[in-house]
């Protein structure tokens, strides 16, 4: 009966997880694709028709940082809640591309011009939550994964047993 408890509570609590890592993956997808959708002249144009090769690259960079959070993070956290768990990974840089990218152009305005550009956050507070939270959340995510990996040796419970006082656990 002990054993039995035992599993159904670390079964359930890794059924738990991945279904978390779901919630995530799906509202970070959907948020950013919806402020995308809201803001479409922000996000689409060619970053390199920009006469400043420093801008130019710096509007290469965000482009791939936008892409990658919105999409590839999400694709990650998906494939690892299926069981691909050695692509958490990646999930750093999926999530980080973006705001570093940000941060380097806010830093280069700051050079240029002398003046920071955070307007926008005010203007439009849902780039609060797509440009500083939800990097914040991917990484706390990434955090998690690391400590399940490591709980588990990066592989999955397949079974728990108990056989007397003895608790058995079978990786796979």
């Not at 970070?28 to 694709?33: A, D, G, M, S, T």
């Not at 809640?81 to 591309?97: D, E, H, I, N, Y």
């Not at 700051?110 to 609060?128: C, D, E, H, N």
């Amino acid at each position: 009966m002990f054993g039995c408890g035992v599993q159904v509570k670390i079964s359930k609590a890794i059924d738990l997880s991945l279904f978390a890592i779901n919630v995530i993956a799906a509202m970070n997808f959907l948020v950013y694709w919806l402020t995308i959708a809201t803001f479409p002249d922000f996000f689409f144009f060619n970053p390199l028709g920009n006469q400043n090769v420093l801008r130019r690259f710096e509007l290469v960079i965000s482009t791939a940082g936008w892409i990658s959070i919105s999409t590839l993070a999400p694709i990650l956290l998906l494939l690892y809640s299926s069981g691909s768990t050695k692509v958490g990974r990646f999930l750093p840089f999926c999530a980080l591309l973006w705001p570093v990218s940000l941060i380097i152009s806010q830093v280069t305005r700051y050079v240029q011009s002398g003046a920071f550009y955070f307007g926008y956050l005010r203007s439009f507070p849902i780039f609060i939550f797509t440009d500083i939270l939800l990097p914040i959340i991917l990484m706390t995510v990434w955090i998690a994964i690391k400590r399940h990996r490591k709980f588990l040796g990066q592989e999955a419970i397949s079974s728990i047993t108990t056989t007397g006082e003895n608790l058995e656990v079978e990786l796979t």
